[in-house]
């Protein structure tokens, strides 16, 4: 069975950083693209960011590009998301997602405020 | 970007109804189109991909097709579990984008 489990969200100040890890299971960590897509309280979803495979590449919006990193670790299958100079309008759930969208993680909130 | 306009953006039917959602691409996507499903306080729940591919495990009451730049979810007749928010996604190029969502509700 695929899971997808995300960890280290929480409250932040605005201008702080935070790491979002996202543990995956029941499938071969290292064949898939992943992705973080999120969603602010009572809004829609926005994608944030996206990784090859092996981690060589990576896709980000405008609007977190520069201040969140994506990364990998396939011997630990885990997912990351490296958020600096957070800002209000980050506040949301991350999910963590499988290659194009086939299976999500149950999401962990992000909120920024002082 | 493409930009990915869905409507309508809230609708109310009655159980057992037909009912149809739709999303208008601002640029040629051919099908790299999904839909998804999410219930409140729930991950999203991905139903349909490539267009018209039904995702493992939905109910084949849903089903979806393609006519030009316009992409439809059907529901062929409407159960009380499918009461949910609909969302349609663009994955052909960078930036991925969503739909801004269908609220499906019981009349």
């Known amino acids: 069975e695929v899971q997808l489990v995300e960890t280290g969200g929480g409250l932040v100040q605005p201008g702080r950083s935070l790491k979002l890890s996202c543990v995956a299971s029941?499938?071969?960590?290292?064949?898939?693209?992943m992705s973080w897509t999120r969603q602010a309280p009572g809004k829609g979803l926005e994608w944030v960011a996206s990784?090859?495979?092996?981690?060589?590449?990576?896709y980000y919006p405008d609007s977190v590009k520069g201040r969140f990193t994506i990364s990998r670790d396939n011997a630990q299958n885990t997912l990351y998301l490296q958020m600096n100079s957070l800002r209000s309008e980050d506040t949301a759930t991350y999910y963590c997602?499988?290659?194009?969208?086939?299976?999500w993680g149950q999401g962990v909130m992000v909120t920024v405020s002082s | 970007d493409i930009q990915m306009t869905q409507s309508p953006s809230s609708m109310s039917a009655s159980l057992g109804d037909r009912v149809t959602i739709t999303c208008r691409a601002s640029?040629?996507?051919?099908?790299?189109l999904s839909w998804f499903q999410q219930k409140p306080g729930k991950s999203p729940r991905r139903m349909i991909y490539?267009?018209?591919n039904l995702a493992a495990g939905v109910p084949s009451r849903f089903s979806g097709s393609r006519s030009g730049s316009d992409y439809s979810l059907t529901i062929s007749s409407l159960e009380s579990e499918d009461m949910a928010i609909y969302y349609c996604?663009?994955?052909?190029?960078?930036?991925?984008?969503f739909g801004g969502g269908t609220k499906l509700e019981l009349k």
């Open positions: 997602t499988r290659d194009y969208y086939s299976y």
């Open positions: 029941g499938f071969t960590f290292n064949n898939y693209w």
């Open positions: 990784i090859t495979n092996s981690g060589g590449s990576t």
């Open positions: 640029q040629d996507i051919g099908n790299y």
């Open positions: 490539g267009a018209t």
């Open positions: 996604l663009q994955s052909i190029q960078y930036p991925r984008t």
